[in-house]
């Protein structure tokens, strides 16, 4: 079946990098998402890796991806107190018809 | 370029009555996806539109219907609303081109009384 699972809560201190994980059942998926979800908001698309990639990196965000092991995590460097919000990995769904498998997400805590 | 609306943003109802949530998608963008966001919780699929045809649906009851647009935006209909369906309801949009892009509205924010 389709599952993604992440740890719940995550907290750094501003300056250092942050890594957010997640696992996800489905070896047919086709692209995994991050999205980031600010208190009260909608879900912004922050970065999606296609399923023969490795690695992707965009700016301050790195995603890794080991596909033997179905585990994606997300690399934040030099977190600002602006990143604190709730990070959300997701599947494709391998029918291809484009629904999103979504995790419980991780609330990353910023200290200043 | 606006980005995905949705209206209202906030709307109280009471167990029973019957709910209609508007999406539009963004610019250029021809199918439009709902997600319910329970608190607390990851966005849970309830179906995607193309064409003006409902494309694939997520396990929730018939209650939840909606439609299609000529203009590509959508309406999520809830009848007989339950106290469980207070929730955050996202819509999302993609295009033709990158369609496994999808981005996604504010939200409607759904109390049940």
């Known amino acids: 079946g389709e599952d993604v699972e992440q740890s719940l809560f995550l907290s750094v201190r501003e300056g250092d990098s942050s890594v957010i994980n997640c696992t996800y059942t489905?070896?047919?998926?086709?692209?995994l998402y991050w999205y980031k979800q600010e208190p009260g908001a909608g879900l912004q698309l922050l970065t999606y890796?296609?399923?023969?990639?490795d690695m992707k990196q965009d700016q301050r965000l790195t995603v890794l991806l080991n596909k033997k092991d179905k585990h994606l995590s997300l690399r934040i460097a030099d977190t600002q107190t602006g990143d604190s919000a709730i990070y959300f990995c997701?599947?494709?769904?391998?029918?291809?018809?484009?629904?999103?498998?979504f995790g419980q997400g991780t609330t990353l805590q910023v200290k200043p | 370029d606006a980005g995905v609306t949705q209206s209202p943003t906030h709307l109280i109802k009471t167990r029973g009555q019957q709910v209609t949530l508007r999406c539009s998608p963004k610019?250029?963008?021809?199918?439009v996806s709902w997600y319910q966001q329970a608190l607390g919780q990851g966005p849970q699929f309830i179906f995607q539109?193309?064409?003006?045809?409902?494309?694939q649906r997520g396990n929730f009851p018939d209650r939840f219907s909606g439609h299609q647009f000529p203009n590509y935006s959508s309406e999520l209909n809830v009848n007989a609303l339950l106290l469980g369906d207070s929730a955050l309801y996202l819509c999302?949009?993609?295009?033709?081109?990158?369609?496994?892009?999808?981005?996604f509205g504010p939200g409607t924010r759904l109390t049940v009384t």
């Open positions: 489905d070896s047919s998926s086709t692209y």
């Open positions: 539109y193309y064409e003006e045809e409902e494309r």
């Open positions: 610019s250029g963008h021809d199918t």
């Open positions: 890796i296609f399923s023969n990639m």
């Open positions: 999302a949009s993609s295009r033709p081109t990158l369609y496994y892009e999808q981005y």
């Open positions: 997701a599947e494709r769904s391998a029918d291809n018809t484009g629904k999103l498998i």
